[in-house]
T-cell receptor, first 112, second 112 residues
């Protein structure tokens, strides 16, 4: 069965600083990988996804992620964080059995 | 185009009561999912469906039942609610891995 690990429960970043959120997955075949963001009291919004091809994918709101098969990782990055980026971020992996498995999330706090 | 709509948005139940959560999507998607979200646990898959008339168990199915009698609707039932089922429930639908999964706004359920 697939699994997703997000090692950081909370991360605090200064506004304007760069951001990297870590995600490691466990899945036997080529994974489908996703990053979602959730603002308080809201549903989930897709930031970006990876299926195949270029291992560096661009998403909305200036986010990007890089798929590294050798490290089983799909880390999310943003060069300059804005206060509005404060939210919870979820990494997810999709499998051929049509299930989407989420990590436990990383809460991003942005300090002024 | 409403996307994914969950009904109700909030509910308080007494232990032992039953209720049904409704998820409706207007995108003609084949796949539909029910998740529960608890603090520090991310989203855990309860049940899912890969098409009308089909259902399958996810990671945490105990205490829940589902039905997919119509393609656009996915119902989640609690026959005898327990305090451990206090959670925020999310429904999602999508058509395939090359597309985006759409989430409802969530149902906040409290069992007292």
């Amino acid at each position: 069965a697939q699994s997703v690990t997000q090692p950081d429960i909370h991360i605090t970043v200064s506004e304007g600083a760069s951001l990297e959120l870590r995600c490691n997955y466990s899945y036997g075949a080529t994974p489908y990988l996703f990053w979602y963001v959730q603002s308080p009291g809201q549903g989930l919004q897709l930031l970006l996804k990876y299926f195949s091809g270029d291992t560096l994918v661009q998403g909305i709101k200036g986010f990007e992620a890089e798929f590294k098969r050798s490290q089983s990782s799909f880390n999310l990055r943003k060069p300059s964080v804005h206060w509005s980026d404060a939210a919870e971020y979820f990494c997810a992996v999709g499998s051929g059995y049509s299930t989407l498995t989420f990590g436990k999330g990383t809460m991003l706090l942005v300090s002024p | 185009n409403a996307g994914v709509t969950q009904t109700p948005k909030f509910r308080v139940l007494k232990t032992g009561q039953s209720m049904t959560l409704l998820c409706a999507q207007d995108m003609n998607h084949e796949y539909m999912y029910w998740y529960r979200q608890d603090p520090g646990m991310g989203l855990r898959l309860i049940h899912y469906s890969v098409g009308e008339g089909t259902t399958a168990k996810g990671e945490v199915p105990d205490g829940y039942n589902v039905s997919r009698l119509k393609k656009q609707n996915f119902l989640l039932g609690l026959e005898s609610a327990a305090p451990s089922q206090t959670s925020v429930y999310f429904c999602a639908s999508f058509e395939g891995w090359d597309t985006e999964a759409f989430f409802g706004q969530g149902t906040r359920l409290t069992v007292v």
